[in-house]
């Protein structure tokens, strides 16, 4: 029985592309009954990270801390591409001027949390995924503001301690919290870690819904050019995180981590910034919105194909090995 339900658990979180795209359905034609959900995503991301901290040992971080390069890389590579290559593909497309500028304003936020799911879904570093995703967003304070003075040619200003205390809330001390107890109690953490892998699908389904349903009246302006810029932006991304580090680092594991970060920017900050800052100009905010959807989906073909990847390896090392 116990066997049964630990690979029907698989199954689901392997389908999670489905559900994702289900949820994304589902906010946009009904709502009103996804759209209170926006008042409980920050605790349900919290849930999800401290389950993602029960599959996570202590020494994960260590080895980021005694070998940094993965971090630095990450960094660099995260704040040197994304703008550039988001302006590259606003001149190529031709793009509104306000489009223009919602676009690199999301090139230039930090990464987003749900980095830290698909990483946990590929079954890749989740102790990167999580300091970068830090990382990035303490920078963000002074990077976003400069590369979109540079890129965008305007200022933008916003809270950085918030955003800094909202991370070390929702993604750092739950996910501390997670590794403190597969350290101290880790026969409970491995039987627990199942259940929070369909619990975080479900929770980020539930988070997906939630944000479309509050963004339904804005989703189909400017929906071709728009669709196409960002995909653009989110494989350009996802490829250059992916090929650049495992050429300088010769890890796919960290590859596969800086990855989904780059393809991962935190289109909920980005959406907020245009609003506040950019003032009369609603379709700044559209890039971000469509963002969103695209970068769930393409990101987690590309988590749910690197966990396939990854628990065949497994398999065929369990086999050899018998």
Not at 70 to 77: A, I, K, N, Q
Not at 266 to 286: D, H, R, Y
Request: glycine share 6%; with cysteine.
């Amino acid at each position: 029985m116990l066997n049964l339900l630990k690979t029907a658990a698989n199954k689901f979180v392997n389908y999670y592309v489905v559900w994702t795209l289900l949820s994304f359905v589902l906010g946009y034609y009904f709502p009103d009954a996804f759209a209170w959900f926006n008042d409980y995503n920050a605790w349900a991301m919290a849930i999800v990270m401290f389950c993602m901290g029960l599959a996570t040992k202590v020494e994960d971080f260590v080895n980021v801390v005694v070998m940094p390069k993965p971090l630095l890389l990450g960094t660099f590579l995260k704040y040197l591409i994304l703008p550039f290559w988001a302006l590259v593909i606003a001149i190529i497309l031709d793009l509104p001027e306000q489009i223009l500028a919602g676009l690199i304003l999301l090139a230039c936020c930090p990464g987003a949390t749900a980095s830290n799911l698909m990483t946990f879904i590929a079954r890749a570093n989740v102790a990167l995924s999580v300091i970068l995703t830090g990382v990035s967003t303490m920078l963000a304070v002074v990077t976003t503001p400069v590369l979109c003075e540079i890129f965008a040619g305007r200022s933008v200003e916003f809270d950085g301690v918030k955003m800094a205390l909202d991370i070390l809330k929702i993604v750092a001390i739950p996910v501390s919290l997670g590794a403190f107890i597969n350290w101290k109690f880790p026969k409970f953490a491995k039987g627990a870690t199942q259940a929070g892998g369909v619990f975080s699908v479900l929770a980020i389904c539930m988070i997906s819904a939630a944000i479309i349903a509050k963004s339904s009246d804005s989703i189909m302006g400017n929906l071709t050019e728009v669709i196409i810029a960002v995909t653009l932006f989110n494989v350009g991304g996802l490829f250059s995180g992916y090929m650049i580090p495992k050429l300088l680092l010769k890890n796919v594991r960290d590859a596969r981590t800086i990855s989904i970060e780059m393809g991962m920017q935190n289109g909920g900050l980005a959406a907020t910034l245009a609003t506040s800052n950019f003032v009369g100009q609603p379709l700044v905010a559209i890039p971000a919105i469509f963002f969103a959807i695209i970068s769930t989906l393409i990101g987690g073909i590309c988590a749910t194909h690197w966990r396939r990847q990854t628990e065949e390896s497994e398999s065929k090392l369990d086999q050899n090995q018998s």
